[in-house]
């Protein structure tokens, strides 16, 4: 089983990159819906962020406008929820690989904001970044409702800058071109890392048998 990691800084098409790979046969696994998993009533992390930041969990889940306002309170809470988090999604990663490489899937897509950031392209056999000009991402995230300049400025603090993720990329889909030509890049990279000669430029930790 190929596994692919997918990342891009916030605004840059990610999501619509991933429809586009799941479309055409790939098994998505979305960081974003397991940290949500981790967050609902009887998740793994309802109770250490409980813990870590009094006052967040509400009905037994995590109250994410509370978690907000707690991280804004404190510059070293990302570094903490991080440490809870991280390793919780890593763990629920690697089971639902498992489950998808025994259901004999040939290509599992991770759909990871923090790839880079969180070491987890050394857990993939290649990585491809979603990019556009920053025009282009600023113009899409501002007309996001209730974001701000000052907010997008801030999630951008804490992402690896684009032309430093496309550096390290293995295939870079660029969605500022258009849908057509973005889909086009995902068929070509799909034809690539299915053709049975193709060789991984990554040497994926084996915690996932192929």
């Given at each position: ?22 479309d055409?046969g790939?098994?998505i ?14 998740g793994?992390a ?5 813990q ?34 991280h ?10 690989l498992?489950a ?10 991770l ?21 556009a ?9 501002l007309a996001r ?13 804490r ?18 071109r ?6 086009t890049?995902v ?16 040497r994926?930790?084996?915690s996932?048998?192929d």
């Open positions: 089983m190929i596994v692919l990691g997918l990342t891009g800084s916030i605004g840059m098409g990610k999501s619509t990159t991933t429809a586009m790979f799941a055409l790939a098994v696994w979305n960081a974003d819906d397991a940290v949500h998993r981790l967050y609902a009533p009887g793994a309802v109770e250490p962020v409980g870590a930041f009094p006052g967040v969990v509400a009905d037994g889940a995590v109250d994410r406008t509370r978690l907000a306002e707690a991280l804004g309170r404190d510059d070293d809470a990302f570094r903490r929820l991080e440490t809870i988090v390793p919780l999604v890593a763990e629920g990663r690697l089971a639902d498992e998808a490489r025994r259901a004999g899937v040939r290509l599992a897509v759909d990871i904001p923090l790839l880079f950031e969180t070491g987890g392209d050394r857990a993939v056999d290649a990585v491809v970044v979603v990019t000009d920053a025009a282009v991402q600023a113009e899409r995230v409702p209730g974001m701000t300049r000052e907010r997008f400025e801030a999630i951008l603090a992402q690896l800058p684009d032309a430093e993720k496309r550096a390290r990329a293995d295939f870079v889909v660029d969605t500022g258009g849908l057509e030509a973005a889909r890049q068929e070509t990279i799909l034809a690539t890392v299915l053709d049975p000669d193709w060789s991984p430029p990554r994926r930790r084996r996932v048998p």
